[in-house]
């Protein structure tokens, strides 16, 4: 199957910095890419949705500023959380497809671990 | 807005047994996916099976089966001759497919102990 890793696995950072989290797309070309917020036993949320060379729709509720997502290529997609803030610790989830086949499946990353100290 | 329910926060059961989890959904939609993805200890999203609402015939894989029943938008995984390495987090999901949205909305999720 498809793959898409996500890098880092695991970052910590201090308040009032920023921190970028990549989701690739290894063997398929992503042109939608989603972003899944998790927090500890709970389920997925879903933040926003980047189509590559477009601007990301984000969901209601999901700040814009503070989850910047760049989506410059068909492979790879950015989520910037800036100047985070201890509530923003929580687990991230990229999943990607290619709506140039009639494949509805989404393949997702491994996630990332975000601890904000 | 679609919604997705699961009913069962935490289910136990024996090892070789059959398990069945619950999920209902809302939504007006006539074409759309349904999905049971587990996410076991690693958190990697798993899919375990999955739906098109077009079709009546309840999808298998292996020993993963559901229950769909469009009609009273029903749609639970059955797990049958349960494993140690099916513990894990399932989650039921709701899938417009593109060009709607295919955004996929998950359920709260049931945790799933399989007991040695």
């Known amino acids: ?3 898409v890793s996500q890098h880092p696995s695991w970052v910590i950072c201090k308040s009032g910095t920023s921190v970028k989290i990549e989701c690739r797309s290894l063997d398929f070309q992503a042109t939608t890419m989603f972003w899944y917020r998790q927090f500890p036993k709970q ?9 590559e060379g477009s601007k990301a729709t ?3 509720g999901v700040e814009k500023d503070k989850f910047l997502i760049n989506h410059a290529s068909l492979t790879l997609s950015t989520l910037t959380v800036t100047s985070a803030h201890p509530e923003d610790s929580s687990f991230y989830i990229c999943s990607a497809r290619d709506r140039t086949t009639p494949s509805y ?3 997702f990353g491994p996630g990332t671990r975000l601890t904000v100290t | 807005a679609q919604t997705v329910t699961q009913s069962q926060p935490e289910m136990s059961v024996q090892e070789a047994e059959t398990v069945t ?4 959904y809302d939504t007006s939609e006539n074409n759309y996916y349904l999905f049971w993805y587990k996410q076991p200890p690693s958190r990697q999203m798993i899919l375990v099976i999955r739906q098109e609402a077009y079709k009546q015939q309840n999808a298998t894989e292996n020993r993963f089966s559901v229950n769909f029943q469009k009609a009273a938008k029903s749609f639970s995984l059955k797990i049958s001759d349960s494993q140690l390495g099916d513990t894990a987090m399932y989650f039921c999901a709701f899938m417009k497919p593109f060009p709607r949205d295919d955004k ?3 359920g ?3 945790r799933l102990h399989i007991l040695p």
């Not at chain 2, 989890?21 to 209902?24: F, H, I």
């Open chain 2, 108 to 110: 709260k999720g049931t």
């Open chain 2, 104 to 106: 996929i909305i998950f």
């Open chain 1, 1 to 3: 199957g498809a793959v």
């Open chain 1, 58 to 60: 984000y969901e209601q």
């Open chain 1, 43 to 51: 389920s997925l949320m879903l933040m926003a949705t980047s189509n």
């Open chain 2, 21 to 24: 989890l619950s999920c209902t």
């Open chain 1, 105 to 107: 499946e989404q393949y």
